[in-house]
């Protein structure tokens, strides 16, 4: 019997290496769903789990029928919720953002980090509230480092997002979002750059150009 089951699942681990990275992750996460005892008892990989995050956040009404009709092995929406409560978005940067762009390129080819440096910018309503889970005041300008002495107490209407973008690639990461007064002035986004480039200097990171 082992020797059978050993067998078996070296052909399925065959089987899972000819697909596509998605559908690889996507069957896994079927067959980890099926050694549960029940729906209560499934685990999720983090990679799985932020795929999930996505899909709920692209399509709400699809998630769900997915989900109730266990077409795939779905988190509940109320398991979403409870992920999406511990991100904690905030203006400037984050260097979690830069180790996990370096996790992932670690699995891509040399060719594939190669990309570049977008910038969008959106007005914002104007206001200020307290965040009792992080006891800061939001809504102040908030440039980061590069945020003017004289600016700091005055409450910001544009923001200012960076992303990454690989050549060879269709998705964008978001590396940072600077809250403004009025439009960023042009020497503004290129004041980041430097610190950009500097936090990219691990050789497994994405190659920006």
Known sequence: MKKYDTSQKEKIDTLLASLPPNQHLSVQACINAAKAKSK??????????????????????????????????????RTIQRYLKKMKPAYGFNRVTFELLAQKAESMPADERHGSLLLDEMKLTEGIYYDKDTMMVEGLINMDR????????????????????????????????????GAAEGKKPLEQYPYITEQGDDEDSPQRT
């Not at 209560?40 to 399509?59: D, S």
């Not at 590069?146 to 973008?165: A, R, W, Y």
């Not at 998705?171 to 809250?179: E, I, P, T």
């Open 146 to 181: 590069h945020t003017p002495e004289c600016d700091k107490n005055k409450t910001g209407d544009h923001s200012l997002v960076i992303m990454f973008q690989p050549f060879k690639e269709i998705w964008l990461q978001s590396v940072a979002a600077l809250l403004t007064r």
């Open 40 to 77: 209560k008892g499934r685990r999720y990989t983090k990679q799985w789990m932020f795929e999930c995050i996505l899909m709920r956040m692209k399509g709400p009404a699809l998630y769900r029928k997915k989900q109730q009709d266990d077409i795939l092995p779905l988190p509940s929406p």
